[in-house]
Structures are given as structure tokens and as C-alpha cells.
């Protein structure tokens, strides 16, 4: 028994062939000729061995080329990525339908290919398997199923053979080793449009409607509203979507590109140390959580390798964060530091903070030395004016340790 949905896609198609074709100018006899070439043309027997035939006039795809231009031809590329929770919008991490391209006229064969039969999977998905279900339906008198399943399935076969790029598709070189690869880029159409329909759902479904007039009106709604501002549209084919792709004609020709303008970030201003950077340009309030959680692994009740590990991450932690003050110093005009207003700063640390000694502090380390007893000396009073009476003693041992972490992040520091 022939699926349903295959009954009534050949249906579809032939009631919109008689809708051309049959006129108020033909006679009785005309139209019942009419009537059965339909039966006889969108049977299955005669239009699936056609269908066939025409399938390799296709190509399916993940990243059409033509969205660079529509000239363009090279190689069909069907990616495939597995799913990794990396935080990444990439093939593999979003659900996405492939793409075609090819004959307008044979886009049929690829609605053919995609429906969904009874139990839930697509004609193309069983003729892949070569499962009995598709076997049994494209049993026919006029064309073997091998046939027909070699001539469906060159859908997503390269016909030409080997691997072929275009010149008119965008290039770029991308650096390996000591040398360079010359790569195409290509547009992942899937992605692009799954994209567009869930920001349109955001924007424009039936809920985001009721949110929005229960917001004119200052009437609560359990729904939040979401927006997405700075998108730009780009429309691809012209008048002739089709030309492109499958994906980019149901979208009637237009993406959305996400805003990418880099941040607007604000000049951060930091006190210039006149006479000790530590307790002049370290604000204790910007490190007081991390050593509240200093506290916390300190006192924890177990001491395994696991605690201790964290425990010196986050020591290293908050050398770092001293780090991003000093550079932020040696950010400033080289020669800040030579003026009478500075010149009670010990000169160790004008060495450290003064880019005017950016080549000689490295000809004698003597004075990082000084640094890094004052940067250990800084971090348990830090501790110790921050935690106040909870603060725990730190004895010799705990000294040295976090002297030892300090010199991990000498780089950063020096």
C-alpha cells in the first residue's frame, strides 16, 4: 500500500498540473484526454523513474557558495560536526536542515525527497539505509529500485568528482606553521536561516505581540520580552532567490546580520602612586571577594590536592588583578614618575611602574626583589584588613607557599 504522503504529494502535483492545463476552450473530449495523461504522468509508475533522473540536476549542501556569488561552482560540501557543549555557534551545535541548489525546475524531486512517511522518517532517510519500507514503496514495473535509489541519491553525490573552488568565492589566508593555506570560505545557509527564524519568533510571534501590547498598556505579563538590536538585513539573488538556494528562496532572499562593532570600552583612570603604589593605587574593595574566598578554602575542613590546587589558582588570581593596575600605570606618557609631585616614590617601584625604564629594568632584577617582598607583604595585609578578626594566622610556611605561587605570575609582573 503506497504511503500517504506519497498518495498525496503525486495528488498535489497533479491537481496543479490540470489547474494549467484544463480551460473553459476545451471540449469534453479534450479535457477527459487531459484528465488522463495527469493519471497517467503523476502515477507512480512514470514519474518516479522522471523524478530519478532528474534528482542529479541537484545538490544538496550545508554551505552553498553561491550566497558569495551566483556564478560561482565548486564542489558540494555536506559538513558534518558533531555536538560539543563549547558555547560555540558552529555546524554540529544547532539542529539545522542541509540546503540544495540546481534546476528550479526539478526542486520537486528534493520536496519528494524530504517527506515524511509513516513512521517518522524522510524518503531520503530510508533510501540511505536502504531500509525495506522505501523497497517496498518504489516497487514498480518500469524501473528497478536500484535504479532508483542510485539516481535519488545523487542528490548528494559530486558529480564532477575530486575537490574544486571558484575564484569568485571569498578567500582568505589562514597562517600554519610557517606557512599559509588559502582557504574558501563558505556560508552555512542552515545557520543562517535557523538564526532568522528564532530572532523573527522572538520578535514577531503571536506571545511576543501579547508581551508587547501588555507593556503599552503597563499591564503585567509572566513572559519576558527579548529584542535584538543593531541588525542589519542583506538579501541575496536579487528578484531571483531561487538562484542561490532552496533556503535562501523560502526566506524570500534576506539574512539578518548580528551587530559586530567592537566594544565602546572607557578609559579607566588609576590613582599614580606619590609614594607607595600599594596602599595609593590598590583599592582594597576591588579584591575583597576573591579574599573572602581565599578565607573560605583556608578554613575548609579538608586540605586534599583538589582544594589545595584551587586555593592557589586563586592566589594567582589576585597578583593578576594587581597586574592589570600596573600596566594600567605603564600605560600612561613614559616619564610620569620624574616630576617633584613623585619624587618621594621609592625609585624600586618607579623602575616597575614607569615605562621610561622599560629596557634597563631588565639589565639588573635586584629591584623586582624589593617588589616581590612588598606584593607578599600587601597580600596579608590585604587579607588581614579584610577579614578582620576572622582572619586565620599565616605562619612561615604559608609565607613561603604564596611567595612560591608569586613567582608563577612573574611574568605578568615583571
Given at each position: 500500500?503506497?504511503?500517504?504522503?506519497?498518495?498525496?504529494?503525486?495528488?498535489?502535483?497533479?491537481?496543479?498540473?490540470?489547474?494549467?492545463?484544463?480551460?473553459?476552450?476545451?471540449?469534453?473530449?479534450?479535457?477527459?484526454?487531459?484528465?488522463?495523461?495527469?493519471?497517467?504522468?503523476?502515477?507512480?509508475?512514470?514519474?518516479?523513474?522522471?523524478?530519478?533522473?532528474?534528482?542529479g540536476q541537484l545538490s544538496l549542501v550545508s554551505h552553498p557558495s553561491k550566497f558569495s556569488h551566483p556564478s560561482s561552482k565548486i564542489t558540494s560540501i555536506i559538513a558534518a560536526a558533531s555536538r560539543r557543549a563549547d558555547g560555540l555557534l558552529r555546524t554540529g551545535n544547532a539542529d539545522v536542515g542541509l540546503d540544495v541548489f540546481g534546476n528550479a525546475a526539478a526542486m520537486?524531486?528534493?520536496?519528494?525527497?524530504?517527506?515524511?512517511?509513516?513512521?517518522?522518517?524522510?524518503i531520503l532517510q530510508h533510501l540511505e539505509e536502504n531500509s525495506e519500507t522505501i523497497q517496498a514503496q518504489f516497487t514498480i514495473p518500469t524501473a528497478s529500485f536500484s535504479d532508483l535509489s542510485q539516481g535519488f541519491l545523487a542528490i548528494k553525490e559530486n558529480v564532477e568528482g575530486g575537490t574544486k573552488t571558484s575564484g569568485l568565492v571569498k578567500q582568505v589566508y589562514?597562517?600554519?606553521?610557517?606557512?599559509?593555506?588559502?582557504?574558501?570560505?563558505?556560508?552555512?545557509?542552515?545557520?543562517?536561516?535557523?538564526?532568522?527564524?528564532?530572532?523573527?519568533?522572538?520578535?514577531?510571534?503571536?506571545?511576543?505581540?501579547?508581551?508587547?501590547?501588555?507593556?503599552?498598556?503597563?499591564?503585567?505579563?509572566?513572559?519576558?520580552?527579548?529584542?535584538?538590536?543593531?541588525?542589519?538585513?542583506?538579501?541575496?539573488?536579487?528578484?531571483k532567490p531561487q538562484n542561490i538556494s532552496v533556503l535562501n528562496s523560502q526566506n524570500g532572499g534576506v539574512a539578518y546580520l548580528l551587530s559586530s562593532l567592537p566594544p565602546?570600552?572607557?578609559?579607566?583612570?588609576?590613582?599614580?602612586?606619590?609614594?607607595?603604589?600599594?596602599?595609593?593605587?590598590?583599592w582594597l574593595g576591588l579584591?575583597?571577594?576573591?579574599?573572602?574566598?581565599?578565607q573560605r578554602l583556608l578554613s575548609a575542613d579538608v586540605n586534599n590536592r583538589h582544594l589545595r590546587s584551587k586555593r592557589d589558582w586563586l592566589v594567582r588570581s589576585i597578583f593578576y588583578q594587581v597586574a592589570d593596575r600596573l600596566w594600567l600605570l605603564r600605560s600612561l606618557e613614559a616619564g610620569w614618575s620624574d616630576t617633584e609631585r613623585f619624587s618621594a616614590l621609592p625609585l624600586h617601584q618607579k623602575i616597575w611602574l614607569d615605562q621610561q625604564y622599560k629596557v634597563?629594568?631588565?639589565?639588573?632584577?635586584v629591584w623586582f626583589e624589593?617588589?616581590?617582598?612588598?606584593?607578599?607583604?600587601?597580600?596579608?595585609?590585604?587579607?588581614?584588613?579584610?577579614?578582620?578578626?576572622?582572619?586565620?594566622?599565616?605562619?612561615?610556611e604559608q609565607f613561603k607557599h604564596i611567595r612560591?605561587?608569586?613567582?608563577?605570575?612573574?611574568?605578568?609582573?615583571?
Open positions: 500500500m503506497l504511503d500517504p504522503a506519497i498518495s498525496e504529494f503525486l495528488n498535489e502535483r497533479k491537481e496543479a498540473w490540470l489547474k494549467k492545463k484544463i480551460s473553459n476552450k476545451l471540449s469534453d473530449e479534450e479535457r477527459l484526454d487531459v484528465v488522463q495523461q495527469a493519471q497517467h504522468e503523476f502515477s507512480l509508475a512514470t514519474w518516479l523513474p522522471s523524478a530519478a533522473k532528474r534528482a520537486d524531486v528534493y520536496k519528494f525527497l524530504l517527506l515524511i512517511l509513516q513512521d517518522g522518517r524522510s589562514f597562517p600554519v606553521a610557517d606557512e599559509y593555506h588559502l582557504l574558501s570560505t563558505l556560508t552555512p545557509s542552515g545557520l543562517m536561516y535557523t538564526l532568522k527564524e528564532r530572532i523573527n519568533s522572538m520578535r514577531f510571534s503571536d506571545e511576543a505581540k501579547e508581551v508587547r501590547e501588555a507593556k503599552k498598556k503597563g499591564v503585567f505579563h509572566e513572559r519576558t520580552l527579548s529584542e535584538v538590536y543593531g541588525l542589519t538585513a542583506i538579501g541575496f539573488g536579487g528578484t565602546e570600552l572607557k578609559t579607566e583612570s588609576i590613582r599614580k602612586p606619590k609614594r607607595n603604589f600599594f596602599t595609593e593605587s590598590l579584591f575583597k571577594e576573591s579574599f573572602l574566598e581565599f634597563s629594568r631588565f639589565e639588573d632584577l624589593k617588589i616581590e617582598e612588598e606584593l607578599v607583604r600587601w597580600f596579608v595585609n590585604s587579607y588581614k584588613k579584610i577579614l578582620d578578626r576572622e582572619a586565620l594566622a599565616l605562619g612561615d612560591a605561587v608569586l613567582e608563577q605570575c612573574e611574568g605578568a609582573l615583571q
